[in-house]
Protein backbone atom coordinates (compact mmCIF):
# COMPACT_ATOMS: atom_id res chain seq x y z
CA UNK A 1 0.00 0.00 0.00
CA UNK A 2 1.48 3.59 -1.02
CA UNK A 3 1.84 5.65 1.86
CA UNK A 4 3.04 9.61 1.93
CA UNK A 5 5.23 10.17 5.11
CA UNK A 6 5.96 13.43 6.15
CA UNK A 7 7.64 15.16 9.01
CA UNK A 8 9.59 18.96 10.18
CA UNK A 9 6.21 20.92 11.07
CA UNK A 10 6.65 22.81 14.32
CA UNK A 11 6.44 26.21 15.50
CA UNK A 12 8.73 28.81 14.66
CA UNK A 13 9.01 32.68 14.88
CA UNK A 14 8.75 35.00 11.99
CA UNK A 15 11.80 35.62 9.76
CA UNK A 16 12.55 31.48 11.35
CA UNK A 17 13.28 28.59 8.89
CA UNK A 18 11.86 24.87 8.74
CA UNK A 19 12.45 21.64 6.79
CA UNK A 20 9.37 19.68 5.82
CA UNK A 21 10.21 16.34 4.59
CA UNK A 22 7.98 13.75 2.45
CA UNK A 23 8.70 10.32 1.53
CA UNK A 24 6.18 8.00 -0.38
CA UNK A 25 6.56 3.91 0.38
CA UNK A 26 5.47 0.97 -0.87
CA UNK A 27 5.44 -0.68 -4.39
CA UNK A 28 5.63 2.10 -6.90
CA UNK A 29 6.30 1.91 -10.58
CA UNK A 30 7.00 5.33 -11.11
CA UNK A 31 6.35 8.77 -9.77
CA UNK A 32 5.46 11.87 -11.96
CA UNK A 33 5.77 14.48 -9.95
CA UNK A 34 5.69 15.33 -5.58
CA UNK A 35 5.03 18.74 -3.94
CA UNK A 36 3.83 20.30 -1.23
CA UNK A 37 0.37 22.12 -0.44
CA UNK A 38 -0.96 23.77 2.22
CA UNK A 39 -4.70 24.48 4.03
CA UNK A 40 -5.09 27.19 6.13
CA UNK A 41 -7.63 27.21 8.48
CA UNK A 42 -10.95 28.41 6.42
CA UNK A 43 -9.74 28.51 3.27
CA UNK A 44 -8.65 26.17 0.46
CA UNK A 45 -6.41 23.69 -0.35
CA UNK A 46 -3.08 25.43 -2.52
CA UNK A 47 0.05 24.89 -4.20
CA UNK A 48 2.95 25.51 -2.34
CA UNK A 49 5.89 24.44 -4.90
CA UNK A 50 6.04 20.96 -6.95
CA UNK A 51 9.24 19.12 -8.99
CA UNK A 52 8.36 16.81 -11.09
CA UNK A 53 10.99 13.99 -11.79
CA UNK A 54 12.83 16.02 -14.63
CA UNK A 55 13.55 18.15 -12.08
CA UNK A 56 10.80 21.11 -13.00
CA UNK A 57 9.61 22.98 -10.44
CA UNK A 58 6.75 25.35 -9.76
CA UNK A 59 6.04 27.80 -6.88
CA UNK A 60 3.16 29.54 -5.42
CA UNK A 61 4.05 33.28 -5.98
CA UNK A 62 3.53 33.96 -2.58
CA UNK A 63 6.86 31.58 -1.47
CA UNK A 64 8.95 32.43 -3.99
CA UNK A 65 12.86 33.41 -3.34
CA UNK A 66 11.76 32.33 0.23
CA UNK A 67 11.01 28.56 -0.42
CA UNK A 68 13.11 26.02 -2.28
CA UNK A 69 11.72 22.32 -3.21
CA UNK A 70 14.20 19.78 -3.49
CA UNK A 71 13.88 16.12 -4.12
CA UNK A 72 15.69 12.88 -4.39
CA UNK A 73 14.44 10.32 -6.87
CA UNK A 74 16.08 7.24 -5.67
CA UNK A 75 14.74 7.74 -2.56
CA UNK A 76 11.06 8.62 -3.22
CA UNK A 77 12.10 11.36 -1.10
CA UNK A 78 10.85 15.63 -1.83
CA UNK A 79 11.71 18.25 0.69
CA UNK A 80 11.21 22.17 1.32
CA UNK A 81 13.17 24.06 2.88
CA UNK A 82 11.18 27.56 4.03
CA UNK A 83 13.16 30.38 5.05
CA UNK A 84 11.98 34.14 6.11
CA UNK A 85 8.76 32.45 7.02
CA UNK A 86 5.67 34.48 7.57
CA UNK A 87 2.65 34.34 10.43
CA UNK A 88 0.55 33.97 6.75
CA UNK A 89 2.93 31.00 5.95
CA UNK A 90 0.72 28.92 8.96
CA UNK A 91 -1.12 26.11 7.58
CA UNK A 92 -1.31 22.27 7.35
CA UNK A 93 1.07 21.73 5.06
CA UNK A 94 0.45 18.48 2.69
CA UNK A 95 2.93 16.57 0.51
CA UNK A 96 1.04 15.04 -2.71
CA UNK A 97 2.16 12.81 -5.31
CA UNK A 98 1.08 11.74 -8.61
CA UNK A 99 2.57 8.02 -9.05
CA UNK A 100 1.79 4.92 -10.73
CA UNK A 101 1.57 2.14 -7.97
CA UNK A 102 2.52 -1.19 -8.82
CA UNK A 103 -1.60 -2.43 -8.53
CA UNK A 104 -2.19 0.42 -11.58
CA UNK A 105 -1.24 0.80 -14.81
CA UNK A 106 -2.16 4.48 -14.81
CA UNK A 107 -0.98 7.59 -12.53
CA UNK A 108 -3.28 8.58 -9.80
CA UNK A 109 -2.75 11.40 -6.54
CA UNK A 110 -2.07 10.10 -3.21
CA UNK A 111 -1.62 12.73 -0.35
CA UNK A 112 -0.17 12.68 3.09
CA UNK A 113 -1.94 12.97 6.34
CA UNK A 114 -0.36 16.95 6.71
CA UNK A 115 2.13 18.91 9.24
CA UNK A 116 1.30 21.60 10.91
CA UNK A 117 2.89 24.55 10.66
CA UNK A 118 3.07 27.51 12.85
CA UNK A 119 4.76 30.61 12.34
CA UNK A 120 4.18 33.46 15.14
CA UNK A 121 4.59 37.15 15.15
Known amino acids: QVQLLESGGGLVQAGGSLRLSCTASGRIISITKMGWYRQAPGKQRDLVATVTSGGVTNYAESVKGRFTISRVNAENTVYLQMNSLKPEDTAVYYC???????????????WGRGTQVTVSS
Open 96 to 110: GAVLTPHTADYATDY
